[in-house]
């Protein structure tokens, strides 16, 4: 029979395990978004896609905020962990932290315009919001692979080698 210890081990297992698979799909479905961008970025000036732009828009909501919370609170915790609590993991989450604040914050501006985008039909300033479009997906992208191949490769080395 298992002991209490050996079941409490267990049940923090599984849930690291679910955090985890949970912020892989988030990844993905970040990585799809940021495709979707790009693709609202190269359609500029002339081929804008309205209903793009709402899916967009919508993907830029709260959702992206939950995301970002549950990686604070359940996945960074272990990063730091594994680390033993050191000076640069404290480091590198305070720095994620203040990414996932500013990505907020850009995401609220890009939603607004991309909705005002989708109502008009037609970028009020195809290079803005070009510019607007590729700062964005690009911090994200290189947010996500950070975050793939530094904190998930050390919170759940076995899961990434199978990538
Ligand atoms: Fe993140």
Redesign the pocket.
């Known amino acids: 029979m298992r002991s209490r210890r050996e079941m409490k081990v267990g049940t923090e297992q599984t849930a690291l395990t679910e955090a985890i698979a949970a912020v892989r799909r988030a990844h993905a479905a970040k990585l799809m978004l940021c495709d979707r961008l790009e693709a609202i970025a190269d359609s500029l000036p002339g081929g804008l896609d309205r209903r793009e732009c709402l899916l967009a828009a919508r993907a830029l909501g709260p959702a992206m905020i939950k995301v970002?919370r549950f990686?604070e609170q359940h996945v960074y915790p272990h990063f730091a962990a594994r680390l033993l609590q050191s000076a640069e993991a404290r480091k590198t989450i305070a720095r994620?932290k203040s990414?996932?604040c500013e990505d907020e914050g850009y995401a609220a501006e890009l939603r607004d315009t991309l909705r005002a985008t989708a109502r008009r039909g037609r970028a009020e300033n195809p290079e803005t919001l070009g510019f607007m479009l590729r700062g964005f997906f690009g911090a994200l992208r290189r947010?996500?692979a950070f975050?793939r191949d530094h904190v998930m490769a050390q919170v759940a080395p076995d899961c990434e080698a199978r990538d």
């Open positions: 970002h990686e994620l990414e996932h947010h996500i975050e």
